[in-house]
């Protein structure tokens, strides 16, 4: 019987990204559905499991996907809502590349290192920064978050106030509010690990500061768009040593992201009953990279 994807898209259109990596991973049948709302997600994931027999339902699997994070949890939770008694599939949640993209950063960071009693800020409040940042906790680091303050994104960029430090309170992070690049880079006295979790395009951290930081001993960046957000690092350095100091850059942190996303596919065929939140992707990321 062939393995079929349900591909719930909070898009419009949905990703093509996900889609050929689910090609890439086996999948024998994709269905894709965009601009998935969800009250519309219950119906949907009933429509494809009704059509198997309890025995076969380990054969499809669920995809939530799409730019919007919060949408997508939305869609996530949903679809579990629409199980009853054995009737279940095993579903993943994935929007914008949240939880593989985190959990592979993370997971590089922790595979060569303890990370417990290490002081860790994460400069940004997306879902990906956040994420990070929770599971950086869990590996035992006192974690800050901070968002970036107006004068990084220069006169041409328009700035809005992050919705993420809500978000980041209600996780119980330590989150914080720079007025500017002075604060910001106040925040980091005493810091082990960096992340610079920032918006593509804009320069978080100068060369100058965090070359002679004192107590810095590894930076990760997320962002691959020049200029990146760690000044005078590559977007393909793979924990490269610069000034005493490692450095983990977009490009390098996106070829393992790509092995953990295609095996959390795969993963999702071997029963009926996986949930692939953000923790049980960071688990399968820790046996690969």
């Given at each position: 019987m ?10 419009e259109?949905?990703s ?6 689910a090609?890439?991973?086996d ?12 009250e ?14 309890v025995?076969?339902?380990k ?5 939530v ?23 279940r599939?095993?579903?993943m ?23 417990a009693?290490s002081?860790?800020?994460?400069l ?5 920064g ?5 599971l950086l ?17 220069g ?8 919705h ?7 996780l ?9 690049r ?6 980091l ?6 992340l ?25 960046d997320?962002n691959a ?20 100091k490692l ?20 993963r ?11 923790d ?10």
């Amino acid at each position: 019987m062939k393995k079929v994807l349900l591909q719930l898209d909070t898009d419009e259109h949905p990703s093509p990204f996900d889609a050929i990596v689910a090609h890439d991973a086996d999948v024998d049948v994709l269905l894709s559905h965009g601009g998935v709302q969800p009250e519309a997600t219950r119906g949907l994931v009933q429509d494809a499991f009704f059509t198997r027999g309890v025995d076969d339902l380990k054969t499809m699997a669920v995809w939530v996907g799409g730019r919007d994070v919060s949408a997508g949890e939305e869609v996530f939770a949903q679809v579990q809502k629409a199980y009853f008694g054995p009737f279940r599939v095993s579903v993943m949640l994935d929007s914008n590349g949240c939880n593989t993209t985190a959990a592979t950063t993370i997971a590089r960071i922790a595979k060569p290192r303890s990370l417990a009693g290490s002081r860790a800020v994460v400069l940004g409040l997306g879902a990906v920064g956040l994420r990070s940042a929770v599971l950086l906790q869990q590996e035992g680091c006192e974690v800050t978050v901070a968002a970036l303050p107006p004068d990084l994104f220069g006169d041409d960029r328009p700035y809005h106030r992050p919705h993420g430090l809500e978000v980041a309170q209600q996780l119980g992070l330590d989150a914080r509010e720079p007025a500017n690049r002075a604060e910001l880079e106040a925040i980091l006295d005493g810091a082990q690990i960096v992340l610079s979790a920032g918006p593509a395009g804009v320069q978080v951290l100068r060369r100058d500061f965090w070359a002679q930081h004192p107590t810095i001993e590894l930076l990760a960046d997320y962002n691959a768009a020049e200029p990146l957000g760690i000044e005078g690092t590559k977007a393909t350095d793979d924990l490269a040593e610069y000034d005493g100091k490692l450095v983990l850059g977009a490009l390098a942190i996106g070829g393992p992201k790509m092995k953990v996303h295609k095996a959390c596919v795969r993963r999702l065929f071997e029963s009926n009953d996986q949930v692939l939140d953000t923790d049980a992707v960071y688990a399968i990321a820790k046996e690969l990279v």
